[in-house]
Structures are given as structure tokens and as C-alpha cells.
DNA sequence: CTCTATTAATTCGAGGCTCGAAAAAAATAG
DNA sequence: CTATTTTTTTCGAGCCTCGAATTAATAGAG
């Protein structure tokens, strides 16, 4: 907010904008950009201009016919998709999968892998990581396309400078300096995501009417994650990625979690909380290593046939992340929120209980309770958002400055 | 950030830059602001020339007479304390203060009065606040002084417009609609704010070194309160004044708290928690409207004398502040922390359960713990902030823009 | 088939802005 | 009184946006 301004800033903000509405609706011609920006016509016309012959736009004269009306028809414009290529990278419990995106947002080709991440060393899943992009980026090279940034994201914390894998679950190891290594090896400026935060990118993209300026994605899972969008930016934290809405404390020295420390909301609503309390194992079990899906699915039909410890289980975990979200929504207001992954398909059993726990604190005392909309399949939202996030980086810090050539020779060439 | 730029979007900026440097620093030759604002000697002269013939800043030809260099002596420039005046009332329980603050920052004239908020309707507490005001305008005007700004901070929450006081502890009438009683009353912009979030501001201009980027005030009195700069910014709620530490959970259907919900950390560590607990009074014992510092005083030497009630009950509230606390971190990882007023007096008796349950979440697991440092008397720091708060908006959004006259006839005059 | 109305897009000059280089101003040192 | 040093201003080059005028490209009317 207090940075120096020049006189090609306003440019560049400009050309930004021009490329954020693109980016939105893929199709519009310099009239609509200019009803959709409030800038002039003059200058819609000079910056689609200098984009058009940067190779960042084309012309699309389309077969569609609209010429239904008098008048000089419109010629719409939208990104053009060989003006660059990201990679988005989803690296998960023992799989691994990485894609090479066109600049329109396309898929280009995509890679999958399953690896045993548990007993791999921080070394060799950076190198696992390495190859999987080395084999999309000789691609990239192949098609003559450069590639201005690679994104990755994963279930755990990165730093703030989003360049270090600070902590996962999928891994024992710590501290695994995936950002450097891949830049290190390609040239490529590169982003480490938390997965949760991708997939509120991604929420966003897909629905900006309902999940607009303000909301919270929360992962239900083996553990628990969250993103959550403020203002219409991703809140992340000040040293990390923040969000661990997870290890928020429910119960003072309460049930043990995951994370070695007890009382976490994760310890009572992570799939091994609901699956050890379901089987009475008491609160101080050690967290199952994973429960597969057809597991928890068979507990959920337990709990709706009938009262027992199975449903419970489910109500504990609803009660979790109802309190969860009301002392969250005590500092940040309450806002809506998505309830994404395999967990959502359970969440007939864990929203009374949910909702009972919400009203029960400040965070539903001044505004009403928000809205709750579940998506079960987690993976598309976190490859579209991370997708999403690497192209807006390039939208924004490479195409918004003049004088880049885009389409490069080198499918390396880094500005 | 997905704003239109224009042309003198560029000035406007960086009129702000140049006024935010003066504010931190009273007395800066065009030397120095060139070297802190990064602008060119050239925009330099060109803003301040501006600035000085459109009164904001005045020349200070000191008769400290550093001439003991070689060459044209720098000329100081600073704020001209008679470009404009703000007005920063102070409502707290049963009292009521107001300050006409000159452009500089220092104190014209302050009000105070003493009265009865608890019996007292909105409409009568807004007519007060009116009434004060009144009489700073009508100093003002006398002074040939204009108000282009009022900033009111209060212990409780306001709409995130800062217009309306939602709900606060000092009156049992909520939606008090000031913002708009002020304004309409004297037209001039008035914002509403949280007192915390004031202490916030207040820290920061007086301590950047330690009170950064990244930090968080809690106010420990008869109930709690919170400010938090995130990223250099004033953290807010999207729907409100946002912040409610107090209110996030500690103990789910836990001690009964003064907003009528149960388990919040309030209902732990406020004063009436503390009272309530060290004379065994049981959870669910209403909260005492207030509790006499003395009496507050009385209970912590008796904490500090023996081991009994009085201290668990001390240890209980540093508990459920650090558990708070932790939960806090857990979401926007740890900064340094301000434990301010009278409940800062006895931060001795509260700080080791504090930091054992701190260490217990999230918060300090992938940083270190962060400082704590107290200050009693949060009175000052709300009045400092509120008047900062005020004359901040007027660098902003009135003097950042050109083509203002700002030492207007009228005391009333607002662009 | 030509002409006119209509809508889209571009061009051009006016007016801002920042910056670097050069000039002017204001003091000290000798 | 002159040379030196440091601060501040002035001036032209180079961006940028915008409004008004101009050019482009179509459908419909006669």
C-alpha cells in the first residue's frame, strides 16, 4: 500500500485487468472489455493491441455467426493458448500427478504416478517430482511452448514464501526444499502450495455467485484442511500457509491428534478420529495410518442404520467443527462454506450436530448462519486451482509487463 | 487490486507515500524523503511544492542550526498542524471522552464527562457523543479550523462499514446507529471503531520496531478484547469489526460467559471469570456487572500470597488464553502479542499456564513461541490510535488527492 | 445495386505523471 | 571574493489515459 507508483504501473495494473476479465469469460470482444473494465475505448483498443502482437491474445472470428445485428460486428478476443504453458503439480499420499496446462487453461497432457511417499526420503520424492516435470516440461520443449511457472500443491504447510514443503502428512521427512529444487533444475520460477488453499482458488474460478469474496473450503479427509478466501484474496498465514483450521484446539487436552499434540479438531473429525471412536478405541489410540474409503463408507451406513458408536462418532466430529468454525468465525466473520472431499459424503451425519455447535458460539451471535455446500471429489478442485494459480501468476507478474516476448524459442526461457 | 488506473492515480500514491513518511517522522528534509520514499529528487520537489502551497506541509526553518556541513542547507519540512483537525471520541463504560487533535497529532482540546451508559438508551448515548462533539466542531470553528474526519472507538463490535455500533458491553441497546448520528449531525466522515483494533493502531505508530507487520493486542479487563495487523494492515472481520478472541471456544459447553453462550475464553479469563472462579462462585454464576480494579488487585496479591482459588483462577484464564491463543496461531501462525490493561497487571500470575497451554496447540509447533510484552494502561493507546486512525484517513483519502483546499474558511467545510 | 444508418475499433492531440540531466540556489572553506 | 559542496528546482523525454473525431465493417432500405 505504500509502495512508489511510476507511470508504467497504471499500464501494467491495466493490462492485468484486461487479462482478469479474460481470464473469467475466455471470449469478449474490445466493446465488452471495455463495458467490463471502465476503461476507455482508446485504451482497451492500445492494450489489446500490444497483447495481440505480444502473441498473448488472438483473435477468435468465430464460425458463430452473431452477425445478426446492424452495425460493425464485434471481434472477439480471448488468451491466446500458445502464448505460454504452466505445470500443475498434485502431490498426495502415495500418488503423484503433474499436467501440462495451455495459457487458455487447457490440458495438455498429464502424468500419474502412485509412490510409496511414506517411506520415500525428502530427496527422492523431490527427485520423483523432478522427473515427472522434467518429462512435461521436454514436452513443452517439444511443442516449442515455454513454460513461465510451475505450481505444486500438497496436503501439509509450506512457508510463507510458498518455496519449502514444511510439513505433510504424507511424508515423515520435513523441511523439503521442493520450490528450489525444481527451480534449481529447470529455470522455472516455481509456487509449493497447501492443497486446501488450491482448492479455494479453484471454488472460486468455478463459482464466483456463490463463493465470492468470502468463504471457507475445509477438507474432510484422513486429517483436515483449510482455505479460505478473504476479501477475494487467499488468506494464508504470516510464516506459512497457514489455515490449520485442523489443529485448532476443541477440547483442552483432549483426544490425541495426529500431530502428537491432543484436543485437535482433527482428532475428533479426521477419518482416524471417527474411525477410532466408532470402534471405542479410546481417545489415546495412535491415528490409523489410512482408512480407505470403502471403510469409512461402510461406518457412515453403520451410523444411519442406528444409533450406536458409529454415529457418534459422526455427531463428535460435526460437534468438532461446528465449535471449530464458530471460533473462527469469532475473529473472521461468518462466511460460506464448502465442504470438500470424501468426507462429504458423510455429511448427512455431521451437520446437526455441526449446526447445533455453531449456534452454540459468537460466531452465529451477531449474523445467521452461513451457508454449507459439499463436494465430495476433492482432486479436480485442487489440479484446476492449482492450474488456475499458476496461470494467474503469469497473467499478473509476466504478461501484465510490456515488452515480454512470450512465445519463445526455448521452451525454457525464463524473463 | 483489480482497480482501474489512471494518470494521476500515480501522484495520488505517491502523495501518500510522501505525506506517510512525514507522519512517522515529524521533520524530514526533501533530501530525506527522496532517500525513504525511493522517488526521484524531481517528484520530490514537485509533491512537496504542491503540498506546501496547498498548506498541508509547512517549512520548519529551525533555529537548531545544524549548518555545521558544507553546502545549501537542507530545508525541514513536517506536517502543518493548521491544514485540518480531527475529533477522536472515547466511549467506554460510564465515560465518555473526546479530543479536537491538530493536523500533527498533538491535542488541542479534550473533553470528558461521566455517565451512566448501562441506564442509558442509544438514542441517548448517540445525543451525548453528539453533544460532546458539538462542542470540539464549534472549538474548531472558532479556531477557523476544519474537521474532515471523526473517529469514535468503543469497547464492542461495528458493522465492517464502521458506521454503526452492532453490540457493546457498556449498554444493553444494540444496533446504535452513531456513524450516521454524527454525520448527520455535522457532516463530516465519521468511522466507528473497535477499541482494540485501535490499541492495535496505536502500537504500531509507536513502537514499528517491535509492534511490526504482524501482531495482536489483547485487552484483558472485565471482558476481553483483540486488534490484529496482519501483513501491516488493520485486521478486520468481513461482516464486522471482527476480532472477537473473547468469544472463540475454550471448553465446549463450558463456564457461562456474558454473552449468553457457554465455554468462551471470556468466560475464563474476563475479570468477572476470574472473580467468579477464585471466590468459588461455580460456572454458571451470571457475571457481576463490574468488578472494582482494587478488587482485582486484591485478588492477584492474594494469588501471588498462596496457593488456593484466587490462583487457580488466574491459572485458569492464562490457560484458556493460551489455548485462544493457540487456535489464533493455528490459523495465521504466531506474532508477537500485546497483553494491555489492567488484567496486564497480573500477567506474572497468568503468563506460565499461558505459555504451558500455548505450547500444547498448534501455534508453537513449527515456530517459536512469541514475545509477550504488557502494558496496564490501555486508556492512552485508545486515544492515540483513534487519533491516528483519524488523521491517517485524512493523509489518505483527502490530502492524497490534489485540488483540495484544506485550510478552508468554515470549520465544517468536508470535500 | 447503391446508399444510409449503425455499431466497433482506431487515431490523434491534450493533459498528467516520473525521471535524469542540467541549472540554480545557498551555504562553508580557504 | 572565489571555489567547493550540497540541496533544490527546472526542463525535456518518454509513458499513460482519455475524449473527440475518424475510419471500418456490416445490415437494411429504396
Chains 1, 2 share one sequence.
Not at 482416524?272 to 451406513?301: E, S
Amino acid at each position: 500500500m505504500t509502495a512508489i507508483a511510476r507511470s508504467d504501473d497504471v499500464r501494467r495494473q491495466n493490462r492485468r485487468l484486461v487479462l482478469s476479465v479474460l481470464r473469467r469469460s475466455e471470449k469478449l470482444s474490445r466493446t465488452e472489455i471495455t463495458a467490463r473494465t471502465g476503461l476507455s475505448p482508446s485504451t482497451v483498443s492500445a492494450i489489446t493491441s500490444d497483447l495481440l502482437s505480444d502473441g498473448i491474445l488472438r483473435e477468435l472470428r468465430d464460425g458463430d455467426a452473431t452477425a445478426t445485428r446492424r452495425g460493425r460486428p464485434q471481434v472477439a478476443l480471448g488468451l491466446n493458448p500458445d502464448a505460454a504453458a504452466v505445470i500443475a503439480v498434485v502431490l498426495s499420499l502415495n500418488a503423484l500427478s503433474a499436467a501440462l496446462i495451455d495459457y487458455a487453461g487447457d490440458v495438455i497432457v498429464s502424468e500419474q504416478s502412485r509412490l510409496d511417499t511414506l517411506a520415500m526420503s525428502g530427496d527422492e520424492i523431490a527427485a520423483s517430482v523432478r522427473a515427472m516435470v522434467g518429462t512435461l516440461v521436454d514436452e513443452a520443449t517439444y511443442r516449442d511452448m515455454r513454460v513461465p511457472r510451475i505450481a505444486v500443491a500438497f496436503q501439509g504447510i509450506t512457508d510463507a514464501g510458498a518455496r519449502t514443503l514444511l510439513w505433510s502428512p504424507i511424508t515423515r521427512e520435513i523441511d523439503i526444499p521442493l520450490g528450489d529444487a525444481l527451480e534449481g533444475a529447470f529455470g522455472i520460477p516455481v509456487t509449493v502450495e497447501n492443497d486446501c488453499n488450491m482448492i479455494a482458488v479453484a471454488l472460486k474460478a468455478k463459482d464466483p455467485g456463490h463463493y465470492g469474496e468470502n468463504f471457507i473450503a475445509v477438507l474432510l479427509s484422513h486429517g483436515l484442511g483449510m482455505g479460505m478466501m478473504v476479501r477475494g484474496e487467499l488468506f494464508t498465514g504470516t510464516k506459512s500457509s497457514g489455515g490449520e483450521f485442523g489443529h485448532m484446539n476443541h477440547v483442552p487436552d483432549g483426544a490425541l491428534c495426529r500431530c502428537g499434540r491432543r484436543g485437535c479438531i482433527e482428532a475428533y473429525a479426521g477419518n482416524y478420529a471417527i474411525w477410532r471412536a466408532a470402534r471405542n478405541l479410546g481417545d489415546d489410540t495412535p491415528p490409523a495410518a489410512d482408512i480407505a474409503d470403502a471403510d469409512m463408507a461402510a461406518l457412515a451406513a453403520a451410523a444411519r442404520a442406528a444409533d450406536g458408536p458409529e454415529r457418534r462418532a459422526f455427531h463428535a466430529a460435526g460437534r468438532a467443527i461446528g465449535f471449530g468454525l464458530g471460533s473462527l468465525f469469532a475473529i473472521l466473520d461468518p462466511a460460506p462454506v464448502a465442504i470438500v472431499g470424501q468426507g462429504a459424503l458423510a455429511f448427512d451425519l455431521i451437520e446437526g450436530p455441526l449446526l447445533e455447535a455453531l449456534a452454540k458460539t459468537a460466531g452465529g451471535q451477531h449474523h445467521p448462519i452461513p451457508s454449507f455446500h459439499t463436494d465430495p471429489d476433492e482432486m479436480p478442485l485442487i489440479r484446476a486451482g492449482c492450474a488456475m494459480r499458476a496461470l494467474t501468476f503469469v497473467d499478473r507478474e509476466i504478461f501484465a509487463r510490456g515488452a515480454v516476448s512470450p512465445v519463445a524459442g526455448s521452451g525454457r526461457a525464463v524473463a
